[in-house]
């Protein structure tokens, strides 16, 4: 059992509203202490990639898949879910990104795969992910470092200095219809 919203960190990196990253929405930097979750709540015609930086954090709807340290969760709303995520015992660090639904009103889906490197298909063609380790061969993009217990958020190319986890988005930014 756990309280929702209760030992819940969430710090909004990104939150372009106005499609100026064409399909990206918000980028949240989320802390979950021990059996602490989201609260039960909807999403409708979004794709949220969740990887999960440290710890381990159950999806409590369908299938409840787990996902642990290295893995990215692709949940894909479409017509309508309402879902929870709960972390494990010692916790979770994730990074969730909210995307426009890549198929709207489709069958609600939710996939686990498990600690991918390199570029993640994620089955759209506006929105890539890379994900890997600082160091000279960072592709360039909208780049996530998380290194020393925070994540920043920068436009870049070029190496990534230091230790820490990147995840690379390259998006389509022309300006979305729904935007207009």
Same mark, same amino acid.
């Given at each position: 059992?756990?309280?929702?919203?209760?030992?819940?960190?969430?710090?909004?990196?990104?939150? %372009?509203?106005?499609?100026?990253?064409?399909?990206?929405?918000?980028?949240?930097?989320?802390?979950?202490?021990?059996?602490?979750?989201?609260?039960?709540?909807?999403?409708?015609?979004?794709?949220?990639?969740?990887? #999960?930086?440290?710890?381990?954090?159950? /999806?409590?709807?369908?299938?409840?898949?787990?996902?642990? %340290?290295?893995? @990215?969760?692709?949940?894909?709303?479409?017509?309508?879910?309402? /879902?929870?995520?709960?972390?494990?015992?010692?916790?979770? /660090? @994730? @990074?969730?990104?909210?995307?426009?639904?890549?198929?709207?009103?489709?069958?609600?889906? /939710?996939?686990?795969?498990?600690?991918?490197?390199?570029? @993640?298909?994620?089955?759209?063609?506006?929105?890539?992910?890379?994900?890997?380790?600082?160091?000279?061969?960072? %592709?360039?993009?909208?780049?996530?470092?998380?290194?020393?217990?925070?994540?920043?958020?920068?436009?870049?190319?070029?190496?990534? %200095?230091?230790?820490?986890? #990147?995840?690379v988005w390259q998006l389509d930014t022309a300006r979305p219809a729904w935007a207009d």
């Amino acid at each position: 059992m756990h309280t929702p919203g209760a030992g819940l960190e969430s710090r909004v990196l990104l939150d %372009p509203a106005d499609g100026s990253l064409g399909p990206l929405l918000r980028v949240a930097d989320d802390r979950l202490g021990g059996g602490a979750g989201y609260g039960r709540h909807p999403h409708r015609d979004v794709d949220v990639v969740a990887v #999960v930086l440290r710890g381990s954090v159950r /999806h409590a709807w369908g299938r409840e898949a787990v996902a642990g %340290p290295g893995d @990215v969760a692709v949940l894909r709303a479409g017509r309508g879910l309402e /879902h929870d995520e709960i972390a494990g015992a010692d916790g979770a /660090h @994730v @990074v969730q990104t909210y995307l426009r639904a890549a198929a709207p009103g489709g069958e609600p889906a /939710h996939d686990v795969l498990l600690r991918p490197t390199g570029w @993640v298909d994620l089955g759209r063609a506006d929105a890539r992910l890379w994900l890997g380790t600082a160091g000279p061969d960072v %592709p360039p993009g909208l780049r996530l470092v998380a290194g020393d217990d925070r994540v920043t958020a920068t436009v870049g190319e070029g190496p990534v %200095p230091g230790d820490g986890v #990147v995840l690379v988005w390259q998006l389509d930014t022309a300006r979305p219809a729904w935007a207009d």
